[in-house]
């Protein structure tokens, strides 16, 4: 959990338990460290990497892109030709290695010359026939592959294709030259293959022949056009980009299109949902009429509540990736890579029947649109720049003068020797907040008894917040901390700009300040998984919560991380209510995004807890045990977004001051937050709770079990230290950051980064003034037992909406009642959709809210809809 800065004291911060042990456990099926040192070290892998290399280098394959497509050129003109000259070609094809080469080539007619004639006298005579012209088609498809780095037809399907139809042309050739007996001039066509397969079998089967190879036809075209999932007209015309539907065009695209028809095949509705196409941003140069893409306008952000859930737009929707394709493509590579690299929680449901499409599509759909990219959602998006943040110019090392040190060392000594303790050596190192010096005991010392007088040394030292640590866990020592006279502010500039924290590749990185030993530590809350912060009025409580809240701003795309900030103080957290449209979340109904009132509290924990059942829904529908899995099966197109799959943000739900809320709602907010401290971590749910008021009333036994990482500030007694550490010493602390972090049951000391008010400020600007999603994303709607949000809910149908009549079609003629249908089909946002499905609701177009599924239609069609809709009009 660590990220350890350069220090000769480096090995003074334990990693927790919990990561050792993930080092070491090797996990089925995947990658592990060791694995991959072993192989590093082969030279197996050298070649590997050289050739990745050269491969990678745009200039290498041009050249063989184009050296392949004029081979293939070559190679055509040869086939062709010896259709027709092959039979003159054949006696100098034979003995041309009887005779002197350039004598053979003069008498050679083929127009590829004596090498042409040979290839062919191979390819076409003695194999495929007139079926090896597929062969070159092959070859300078992969060379147009390879030089433009973009598919003129998928090229694994394309092979496949056009691999059988060499074979199988020469099988249904040889069959008709064979009973032609035309095999003395026409055996060119069919290629040996085909004569001597039919010679071989027809004198058993005879007509049979025939059959036999119709058969295989239809074998092959079974499988390759999956015809479980097409309509039989379409078969009558193969055709290798992929698509298969009647409508089948030339775009690109069609193999997308063809990945969407197969999968929505039982559902004749939704085909004609497709058929207008939802790809309005794709292609664009390809088809200018449709709606174009304005490279700096993001596409639409889809809200994504559960209903909305089935409506998101395919990932393969996005932008087709323009010249920059291959950088994104590169990217991405790099962030799945480190995405699947790391472990997170898991999830022990047993995967369901999983969606697995056709591998060709799937590669197609990969090579054709490279790794779906969430950060494209906001592609301009600038990350925050360091000069946000102040550069305190008083931040300099703490200032403890060797005087200090030795006159602490004296008196340390002195004083234990008062009480009868012997030590071996005592050692300092300096902290920015406090001094730790070390003990080492002499032989026979009881350690309890260093630690019984502990208030006897700090009254000698006369300096507060003396805290003796007996022994130090890992060393045979013992440890005194005492504050500094001078001590370092430690700026949040300062730790940003770290190579620890900015070069993290944590999931959640929080750098929560400096350690004794001055080394940076960064946290990842994802592992965490969730933080319970307890700190007395004005000991740097907030300043916490601010500089978790900047680390992750700074590390995180909006794609990628949502924030749901609940601040019952009303006050500490509002300048946070710029990122509406990047990081936070809220529920449907809500005007604001900082959500400070008891009642909407309890709603939205219990909408996260809505929205953790949906997420644990899809990622069991996937198959995966945790959030990362199951991001970079979506990011590899791996998962279809017409079954409600889509990108998941993390989700860090904070709320300053647990206290208030405990006071008012009691059992309906403890409820909800063990639940989801419980069951949220696998599914990229984490929460970090503070307080004011560590008490047992407050940080319940079923709040605190669930919370393995607490951190403390200044407390004011050490029962409050108990509660939240289960140890004394956070009433020690001497407050301005100065905190204890307790994981894994370890505890650190800690000096807070800090962070003012002005620089959060200019940071939310920074954020919020650029172009960001339409709304905030919404959390999944709940109605409370009381009706919830249901009694402000009065619907005037005198009043509707412009788009009414618009929006009740559309659902009637797609039989689906979801906001997000109308949103993106009538291009229209979150709240306004959110309306018009309540006023068809209320016309009985569609009936009423049922959780997470759509809800129903209850009009069957267009022409029961035209009557109601003349009836509200009063016509
Ligand atoms: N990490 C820090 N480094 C230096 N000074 C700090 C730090 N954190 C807090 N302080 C100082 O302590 C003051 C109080 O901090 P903060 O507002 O965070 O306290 P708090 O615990 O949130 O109080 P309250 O609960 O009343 O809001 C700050 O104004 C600042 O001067």
């Known amino acids: 959990m660590v990220q350890p800065t350069t220090s000769p004291r480096q090995n003074t911060v334990r990693q927790p338990t919990a990561d050792r042990t993930r080092q070491t456990v090797p996990r089925p099926g ?20 050289a050739l990745d290399r050269w491969f990678s280098d745009q200039r290498s394959t041009l050249t063989l892109g184009v050296l ?37 080539g003069q008498e050679t007619r083929n127009w590829a ?42 090229l694994s399907r394309a092979t496949t294709g056009l691999l059988f139809l060499a074979v199988w042309s020469s099988l249904l050739l040889g069959y008709i030259v064979l009973v032609t007996d035309s095999a003395e001039t026409s055996s060119v066509w069919c290629g040996g293959i085909g004569y001597e397969f039919n010679v071989s079998l027809y004198s058993l089967f005879g007509w049979g022949n025939l059959a036999f190879i119709a058969f295989i036809f239809f074998f092959f075209v079974i499988y390759f056009f999956d015809v479980r999932n097409i309509k039989i007209p379409s078969l009558s015309i193969p055709d290798f980009s992929g698509s298969t539907g009647p409508g089948s065009s030339k775009r690109p695209d ?42 700096t306008k993001p596409p639409e952000p889809e809200p994504f509540t559960e209903s909305t859930a089935p409506e998101t737009p395919a990932p393969v929707q996005e932008a087709m990736p323009k010249p920059t394709g291959v950088t994104l493509t590169i990217k991405n590579r790099e962030s799945v890579t480190d995405e699947v690299g790391a472990d997170q ?17 799937e590669d197609d759909l990969v090579a054709l649109h490279g790794l779906y990219d969430p950060t494209l959602d906001l592609p301009q998006y600038q990350y925050p720049v360091n000069e946000l943040l102040t550069d305190y110019q008083n931040n300099r090392k703490a200032q403890v003068s060797e005087d200090e040190l030795t006159a602490n060392k004296e008196k340390i000594e002195s004083t234990l020797r008062n009480f009868g303790i012997e030590i071996d050596s005592i050692q300092a190192s300096i902290g920015p907040t406090v001094t730790l010096y070390e003990i080492v005991p002499a032989k026979g010392v009881r350690i309890s008894k260093i630690k019984s007088l502990e208030d006897d040394i700090a009254l000698n030292l006369s300096a507060l917040g003396i805290r003796i640590i007996a022994p130090m866990p890992g060393m045979g020592t013992i440890g005194i901390e005492v504050p500094n006279k001078n001590r370092e502010m430690v700026s949040m500039r300062s730790v940003i700009m770290s190579d620890v924290f900015s070069s993290s590749k944590f999931d959640l990185p929080i750098v929560l300040g400096k350690t004794i030993s001055n080394e940076i530590y960064v946290a990842d809350l994802a592992k965490m998984p969730h933080l319970l912060m307890a700190g007395a009025t004005g000991q740097g409580k907030s300043v916490g919560l ?71 829904n899809l990622l069991k529908d996937a198959g995966c045990r945790n959030l990362k899995e199951y991001n970079a099966k979506f990011v590899k197109r791996r998962l279809n977004p017409d079954k409600g799959h889509r990108f998941l943000p993390y989700i860090v739900l904070i709320i300053d001051e647990l206290a208030d809320l ?75 950051g100065d905190m204890l972090l307790s994981s894994n049951s370890d505890i650190i000391r800690l000096q807070c980064p800090f962070v003012d008010t002005n620089e959060i400020e200019d940071l939310c600007d920074f954020v919020g003034n650029q172009r960001g999603y339409d709304d905030a994303y919404v959390l999944p709607e709940f109605v409370g037992d009381d009706g919830g949000q249901s009694d402000d809910k009065d619907i005037d149908l005198d009043n509707r909406d412009p788009m009414f009549d618009e929006a009740a079609r559309l659902i009637v003629i797609h039989q689906q009642g979801s906001t997000s ?27 009423s809210f049922e959780g997470s599924k759509a809800r129903d239609v209850l009009v069957q069609d267009l022409q029961m809809l035209e009557e109601i809709l003349k009836r509200l009009k009063g016509e």
């Open 30 to 49: 995947r990658d592990n460290g060791a694995a991959g040192k072993l192989r590093d070290k082969g030279p197996s892998l050298d070649w590997g990497a």
């Open 68 to 104: 392949l497509m004029l081979v293939a050129v070559g190679l055509f003109a040869a086939f062709i030709s010896y259709l027709t000259t092959g039979q003159a070609d054949q006696s100098v094809v034979g003995s041309a290695f009887s005779q002197p080469l350039a004598e053979s």
């Open 113 to 154: 010359g004596l090498v042409g004639a040979f290839i062919a006298h191979v390819f076409v005579f003695r194999w495929f026939g007139v079926g090896a012209l597929t062969l070159p088609i092959i070859m300078f498809l992969a060379g147009y592959k390879l030089a433009l780095r973009r598919e003129l037809l998928p």
């Open 254 to 295: 069609a193999t997308l299109q063809s990945y969407e028809e197969s999968e929505l095949e039982d559902e004749d509705e939704v085909l004609v949902d497709k058929a207008p196409a939802p790809v309005s941003n794709e292609f664009v140069a390809d088809e200018p009429d449709e709606e174009p893409v304005v490279a």
């Open 345 to 361: 929680g898991e999830l022990s449901a047993t995967p369901s029947p999983t969606f697995e499409p056709d591998p060709f599509q």
């Open 546 to 616: 601010n500089v978790l809240l900047t680390s992750l701003i700074y590390k995180k795309h909006p794609s990628q991380l949502k924030l749901v900030l609940v601040d019952p103080k009303k006050v500490e957290l509002t300048l946070f209510n710029k990122l509406e449209r990047h990081f936070l979340a809220k529920l449907p109904d809500a005007e604001e995004p900082i959500i400070t009132d008891t009642k909407k509290v309890v709603n939205t924990l219990n909408s996260l807890c809505i929205e953790m059942d949906n997420r644990y």
């Open 662 to 736: 405990m006071m008012t709602a009691g059992k309906e907010v403890e409820q909800p937050i063990a639940r989801l401290a419980q069951l949220a971590r696998a599914i990229g749910i984490h929460l970090v709770v503070a307080t004011q008021r560590p008490s047992v009333n407050v940080i319940t036994g079923l709040i605190k079990a669930n919370f393995p990482a607490r951190l403390s500030f200044k407390v004011t007694s050490k029962i409050d230290s108990r509660t939240i550490l289960d140890a004394g010493g956070a009433e020690q602390l001497v407050g301005m």
């Open 821 to 847: 249908l109308i949103q993106r089909k009538l291009k229209l946002g979150y709240n306004r959709a959110g309306r018009l499905i309540d006023q068809l609701e209320a016309a009985k177009i569609v009936g």
